[in-house]
C-alpha cells in the first residue's frame, strides 16, 4: 500500500466530521470573494486532481482579531467576510493541498488569485482567475513564482516595507512596471496564509495531525480531536506537577488528536500549541508516542530562531514526567504535552 492510499484513508476520516457538520456550501458572490469555483485553475495547479471539497465559512470577530494580529499590515473590514477553501483531492481521494482564491483591490481593477498550499499552508502554485493587468505573464513566470513560493509567513513579511505598503528595497527581482502587481501578490500569499491557518485551523488541522501520525506511529487506524483538553482533570495534573500556569503555551488554542490502533488502544497523539517566549512565537506540532516519548517536534511556518528549533527538536526520543526533569523553556513545554497525553 503506498503511501497517498495510506494518506487517503487517514485525511477523509479527519474530514469527515467537519464536512458533515454544515461546512459545504454553494460559494456566495461578495466583493472580496471568488465568483466562481476555480476549477480550471486547480486543475493547472495540481495535475493529479480528480474532484474537490468547499468548505465555506463566513469569519467571524475572534477570527477577525486573530488575523488582525498575525497580518503585518491592515486588512480592510470588507476582505474578511465569507470564504470558501477547496480541498483538492486525488482520484484515490487523498488530500493534495488546499486552493484559496483572494480578491484583491488594484489599480487595473479587482486582482482574484487562486492560491494552492500544501498541508503545512506552504505555497505551491498560483494562477491568476482574473487579471487585466499587461504585466500578468511576468507574475505568472517561473522566475517570478520561484520568490513566492515555498516562503515561511516570516519570509514573506520580509519582503514588505516595515507598514506592508511598499515592496522592501532588494528583496524581489522585478520590472518597475510589474511591481505594483508583486507587491499586491505578496501581501496576498501572506494574507492567504494567515487566513486559512485561522479561519480553517482544525480542518487543515485534522489532515496535518493524520499526516504526521502516519509518519511518526505505527499500529493507528484513526485519530480524532481531543475536546476540553484543559478540562478539570488536565487542570489538577498540571497544577500536581508545577505547572499550574503556562509556560509559553497559549493554552486556550491548543489542540490535539489522539491516534489509535484498530484494536481502539492509543498509538500516541498529535499536539498542535502556539508557544511564545520573548519576542519568538511559533506554532508547533509534536508527535508522542503511547508513553509519552517525544517522536517530534516541527515548526511548519520557520518561525523559530535556529538556536531556539534546535532546543525543541533535542527533545526528541526523551520522556517526561516531572519538572525536576526539565531546565529549559522547551522541557516544560515537552512535560506539558506528556501531562496531557497521560490525561486525555
Not at 184 to 208: C, Y
Not at 274 to 287: E, F, N, Q
Request: glycine share 6%.
Amino acid at each position: 500500500m503506498n503511501m497517498h492510499t495510506k494518506l487517503r484513508r487517514w485525511s477523509l476520516a479527519a474530514l469527515l466530521k467537519c464536512l458533515l457538520a454544515g461546512e459545504l456550501a454553494a460559494q456566495r458572490s461578495e466583493a472580496f470573494c471568488a465568483l466562481r469555483d476555480p476549477d480550471r485553475e486547480i486543475r493547472l495547479l495540481a495535475p493529479q486532481y480528480d474532484k474537490h471539497v468547499s468548505l465555506v465559512r463566513t469569519i467571524s470577530m475572534q477570527s477577525r482579531a486573530k488575523i488582525l494580529d498575525e497580518v503585518p499590515f491592515p486588512i480592510h473590514f470588507d476582505e474578511l467576510g465569507q470564504h470558501t477553501l477547496y480541498v483538492v483531492l486525488g482520484s484515490e481521494k487523498e488530500v493534495l493541498g488546499y486552493v484559496h482564491v483572494r480578491s484583491e483591490s488594484f489599480s487595473w481593477g479587482l486582482v482574484r488569485i487562486a492560491w494552492m498550499l500544501d498541508m503545512n499552508l506552504d505555497i505551491t502554485g498560483y494562477r491568476f482567475q482574473r487579471c487585466r493587468s499587461p504585466h500578468r505573464a511576468e507574475l505568472e513566470s517561473e522566475a517570478t513564482a520561484k520568490q513566492l513560493i515555498a516562503k515561511s509567513p516570516k519570509e514573506l513579511a520580509a519582503m514588505l516595507s516595515p507598514d506592508g505598503e511598499a515592496l522592501r528595497a532588494g528583496t524581489v527581482t522585478i520590472s518597475e512596471e510589474a511591481s505594483e502587481l508583486m507587491h499586491v501578490m505578496v501581501r496576498s500569499a501572506i494574507k492567504t496564509r494567515v487566513v486559512t491557518g485561522i479561519v480553517w485551523e482544525r480542518e487543515v488541522g485534522s489532515v496535518k495531525a493524520a499526516s504526521l501520525a502516519l509518519e511518526h506511529l505505527s499500529g493507528h487506524a484513526r485519530v480524532e480531536e481531543v475536546k476540553d483538553l484543559y478540562d478539570s482533570k488536565g487542570r489538577a495534573a498540571l497544577e500536581a506537577s508545577g505547572l499550574g500556569e503556562s509556560i509559553g503555551f497559549d493554552r486556550p488554542t491548543v489542540l490535539s488528536w489522539n491516534a489509535q490502533r484498530k484494536d481502539r488502544e492509543r498509538a500516541g497523539a498529535v499536539f498542535r500549541t502556539p508557544w511564545s517566549a520573548g519576542d519568538m512565537r511559533a506554532k508547533l506540532w509534536w508527535v508522542l508516542g503511547p508513553e509519552g516519548e517525544i517522536l517530534a517536534v516541527e515548526d511548519p511556518e520557520r518561525s523559530l530562531e535556529p538556536a531556539a528549533l534546535s532546543s525543541f527538536q533535542g527533545l526528541v526520543g526523551r520522556t517526561f514526567k516531572s519538572t525536576e526533569e526539565c531546565s529549559s523553556a522547551s522541557e516544560l513545554a515537552a512535560l506539558e504535552v506528556s501531562l496531557l497525553l497521560h490525561e486525555g
